[in-house]
Structures are given as structure tokens and as C-alpha cells.
């Protein structure tokens, strides 16, 4: 029932269970809030050099709830309506992109199967310890030859012989996001020539090779990497490609929600910015041309911010979601593009070195329009649902 508007309901019943749920997200909002702000954004620089999160970040993460936001209350989770758990991701991005992209998939995908397709017993041997951050998640689609091609995946799985349920795979995955740091990924397989599904493999199993990290230009501090699987086992949980992909529709809100926190914060620190210096006797702000720019980045932001809220909300009323995901993630990640774009040509010089931040939101805002499908494949998506 939570995942019902309150305009569309009719029993005042109804309507308090889904005022409390709102109010249950505005305190976890809060709190997520404080901790971006004292425990995220001072941070972010030095995550960034060090390409790697602390160790402490997974326990914080599942102490304040952050690990099981997408799962409800009634599985021990914190139940977030997709609205709230897509403003998480936004006030994240605001501390730290990186940090956001990582809790964005882990909830969509990682915890979203889990919620959908995993046996009691799966869940009862994972879930206690993914919840406190102590099993780390990541999961595996991307291959070599299979990016915005899922279907082509070659990672092939089969049936072991006097252990039902599981699993021998081989194959190879690219671009994992904290595959380096897992203790446990959700990952695709083929299992015929026509279907592919999903299973959980613990990384700590001899047929599990870790071949690379693989360095990225921004969103540095997370773990991205290559690995083998070399007759590794995994534990089957049974779903379509089509199934464990739906996932992704969610994901890109999530990834819409990251993109304009990236474009929240590079617009704030620009107006502070062309407030504060001055060049012929005014303040940038006081310029006409840069008045433009900021009044551009502004409008865009709002346009991105109310897709987002759009898909989030028709998500929480039960409602279809495959084309507004693809609306909100396509414009929030182009818009994140051009605002910290802008942000760095308002701070001039200054803008291009490190002593500012807009150079490193500016660098992590590429991974809006790659990553949970790139800009071109949002487009294929959109115009296949509007020409049908
Ligand atoms: C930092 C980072 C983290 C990631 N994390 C994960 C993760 O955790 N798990 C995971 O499974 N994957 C992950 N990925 C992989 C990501 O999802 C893929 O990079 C993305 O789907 C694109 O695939 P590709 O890189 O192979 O590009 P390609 O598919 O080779 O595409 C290259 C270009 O061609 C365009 N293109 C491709 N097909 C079409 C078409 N039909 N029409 C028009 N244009 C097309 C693309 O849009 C793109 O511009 C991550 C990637 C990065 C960079």
C-alpha cells in the first residue's frame, strides 16, 4: 500500500499509512542530510586520491539504513518509497558522486533482486549481514563484448551435478562497480543459447580471478574492475533476463537522483562563486552573460528535477515507469553535463585545478550518461515507447 499516491486514494485508512510512510522519509532524509555533511563531503577529496572508500563506510552506511533503503520494512529494510530513496541518491551526490553511484546499484540491483528473487533461504544466509554492511555487493552484467548489448552476454552457467541450485560459471566481466571490495555479486549468466538469468557468487572461491582495477576519469573512488570466473560457483536464483533487467528502470531514477545532486551542488558552489569574485568593478553575478548561464543551469535543474520526481512517483503509485526512467536519467544526466560544464567556465581558470570542487563533479557527471544505460540507448528506449 505504500506504493500508492495519496491523490489516488479514496479510504482515509489509506491515506495515513502513506502520511506516515512520508514522514518516516523525511526524518531518514534528515539524518542523511547531517551525515553528508559532516561525514561525506569533507571527505570526497581525499576518497578521490585514495580511489578507494574507508573501510568504516559500509557499517555507517548500513547502520543509518542506506544499505536496505529499496527494501521494505516487513524484510528488516528501511522501506523508503522509490521518491525518497531517489532523493537518498541526490543528497549523496551532493557529498560524494562516487558513493552515490555505488549505494544507487546496490539497492536497484543488488537488494532489488534479493527482494524480488531470492529463495528465504538465500535471503536468510545474506540479508542480516548485506543490511550492516558487513557483505558487500556488487553486481555483474557488462562483459568485453556485451555493454549496451546486454543480450550478448558469453559468461555461460551451468547445472552442477548432485547440487541443485547450483551453478558452474565461466566467462568474464568488465566495468563491476565495487567488484574489487564484494564479498558477494549478483550476476548474469547465460544458461541456454536464448535465456540468461541471474546468480549469487561469493568472490571469495578459487574460480573467482580478479584481473584488473580498471581507473576511471571520474567517480574514482569507487572499486571499478575486470574479473574471470574459472568454474566458479554460483547459487541460482530464479529469474528471466527480462526480470532481473527490469530492475534497471528504478536504477536509472536512481541515477537520474545522483545526476542532479552532482548538478545541485555545481550550481550552488557557482552562485556563491560569481557572488563573490569580481573582475572590471563587478561581481560575475552582476554580468549579463553569466547571469545566462546560471539562469540556464537553474531552469535545466528544475526540468530535471520534476522527471525525476515524475518517475519516482509514478513508481510509488504502481504505475509503468520504462519511459519516464529513461526521460528522467537521459535529461538529469545531460543537464549534469552542461551545469558543472558552466560551473567551470564561471570559475575560469580556478574552475580547471583541484582548489575547486566543480572540476571533480564536472569529471563524475560523465558516469550519469554512461552507466544503467548510456544516453543513446535512453533515446532507443523513449522512441521505441513513443512510435509503438
Ligand atoms: C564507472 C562505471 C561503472 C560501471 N558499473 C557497472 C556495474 O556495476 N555493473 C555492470 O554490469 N556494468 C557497469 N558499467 C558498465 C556500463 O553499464 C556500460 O559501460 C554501458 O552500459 C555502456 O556499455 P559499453 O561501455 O560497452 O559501451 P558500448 O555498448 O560499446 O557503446 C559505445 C557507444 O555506442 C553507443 N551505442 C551502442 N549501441 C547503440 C545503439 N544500438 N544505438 C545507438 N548508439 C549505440 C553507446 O550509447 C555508446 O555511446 C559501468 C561502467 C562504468 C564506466
Same mark, same amino acid.
Given at each position: 500500500m505504500r506504493s500508492v499516491c495519496a491523490d489516488f486514494l479514496k479510504g482515509e485508512g489509506m491515506y495515513r499509512m502513506v502520511v506516515e510512510t512520508r514522514a518516516d522519509d523525511a526524518i531518514f532524509l534528515d539524518r542523511l542530510r547531517d551525515f553528508v555533511a559532516t561525514e561525506v563531503l569533507p571527505?570526497?577529496?581525499?576518497?578521490?586520491?585514495?580511489?578507494?572508500?574507508?573501510?568504516?563506510?559500509?557499517?555507517?552506511?548500513?547502520?543509518?539504513?542506506?544499505?536496505?533503503?529499496?527494501?521494505?520494512?516487513?524484510?528488516?529494510g528501511t522501506g523508503l518509497s522509490c521518491e525518497a530513496y531517489c532523493d537518498a541518491c541526490l543528497e549523496i551526490a551532493?557529498?560524494?558522486?562516487?558513493?552515490?553511484?555505488?549505494?544507487?546499484?546496490?539497492?536497484?540491483?543488488?537488494?532489488?533482486?534479493?527482494?524480488?528473487?531470492?529463495?528465504?533461504?538465500?535471503f536468510d544466509k545474506y540479508m542480516p549481514g548485506i543490511l550492516k554492511g558487513e557483505i558487500k555487493l556488487a553486481w555483474g552484467l557488462t562483459e568485453p563484448d556485451a555493454g549496451s548489448d546486454a543480450r550478448r552476454v558469453k559468461t555461460h552457467a551451468i547445472p552442477m551435478d548432485g547440487r541443485p541450485g547450483f551453478f558452474q560459471i565461466n566467462g568474464r566481466k568488465m566495468f563491476?562497480?565495487?567488484?574489487?571490495?564484494?564479498?558477494?555479486?549478483?550476476?548474469?549468466?547465460?544458461?541456454?543459447?536464448?535465456?540468461?538469468?541471474?546468480?549469487l557468487m561469493e568472490t571469495d572461491q578459487p574460480g573467482f580471478k580478479l584481473e584488473r582495477r580498471i581507473n576511471t576519469v571520474g567517480v574514482c573512488a569507487s572499486n571499478t574492475v575486470q574479473f574471470a570466473l574459472r568454474d566458479a560457483v554460483g547459487w541460482h536464483t530464479p529469474c528471466t533476463f527480462d526480470d532481473a533487467i527490469g530492475?534497471? =528502470?528504478?536504477?536509472? @531514477?536512481? !541515477?537520474?537522483?545522483? %545526476?542532479?545532486?552532482?548538478?545541485?551542488? +555545481?550550481? *550552488?558552489l557557482t552562485i556563491e562563486y560569481a557572488k563573490e569574485r569580481q573582475q572590471f568593478n563587478r561581481r560575475l553575478a552582476d554580468m549579463q552573460s553569466v547571469q545566462n548561464m546560471i539562469a540556464d543551469?537553474?531552469?535545466?535543474?528544475?526540468?530535471?528535477?520534476?522527471?525525476?520526481?515524475?518517475?519516482?512517483?509514478? =513508481?510509488?503509485?504502481? @504505475?509503468? !515507469?520504462?519511459?519516464? %526512467?529513461?526521460?528522467?536519467?537521459?535529461? +538529469?544526466? *545531460?543537464?549534469?553535463?552542461?551545469?558543472?560544464?558552466?560551473?567551470?567556465?564561471?570559475?575560469?581558470?580556478?574552475?580547471?585545478?583541484?582548489?575547486?570542487?566543480?572540476?571533480?563533479?564536472?569529471?563524475?557527471?560523465?558516469l550519469t550518461e554512461i552507466g544503467e544505460g548510456a544516453s543513446e540507448i535512453q533515446r532507443l528506449v523513449i522512441a521505441k515507447q513513443v512510435l509503438k
Open positions: 571527505n570526497t577529496r581525499e576518497w578521490e586520491r585514495n580511489a578507494a572508500f574507508p573501510d568504516w563506510i559500509w557499517p555507517r552506511l548500513g547502520e543509518l539504513g542506506v544499505l536496505g533503503m529499496t527494501l521494505p520494512k516487513e524484510k528488516g551532493k557529498g560524494d558522486p562516487a558513493l552515490s553511484m555505488n549505494v544507487a546499484a546496490i539497492n536497484a540491483l543488488c537488494v532489488g533482486h534479493f527482494d524480488r528473487f531470492a529463495s528465504e533461504e538465500q563491476i562497480t565495487n567488484g574489487g571490495k564484494a564479498d558477494l555479486i549478483v550476476l548474469i549468466a547465460r544458461t541456454s543459447d536464448t535465456e540468461l538469468s541471474a546468480f530492475l534497471l =528502470y528504478r536504477g536509472r @531514477l536512481a !541515477i537520474a537522483g545522483m %545526476a542532479v545532486g552532482i548538478a545541485e551542488k +555545481a550550481l *550552488e543551469s537553474a531552469m535545466e535543474l528544475e526540468a530535471a528535477r520534476l522527471l525525476l520526481k515524475n518517475g519516482s512517483r509514478r =513508481y510509488d503509485a504502481g @504505475l509503468p !515507469i520504462v519511459k519516464e %526512467a529513461s526521460y528522467a536519467k537521459l535529461f +538529469a544526466s *545531460e543537464t549534469a553535463n552542461r551545469v558543472t560544464n558552466r560551473a567551470i567556465q564561471i570559475h575560469g581558470g580556478r574552475g580547471m585545478t583541484p582548489d575547486f570542487l566543480v572540476e571533480k563533479l564536472w569529471r563524475d557527471a560523465k
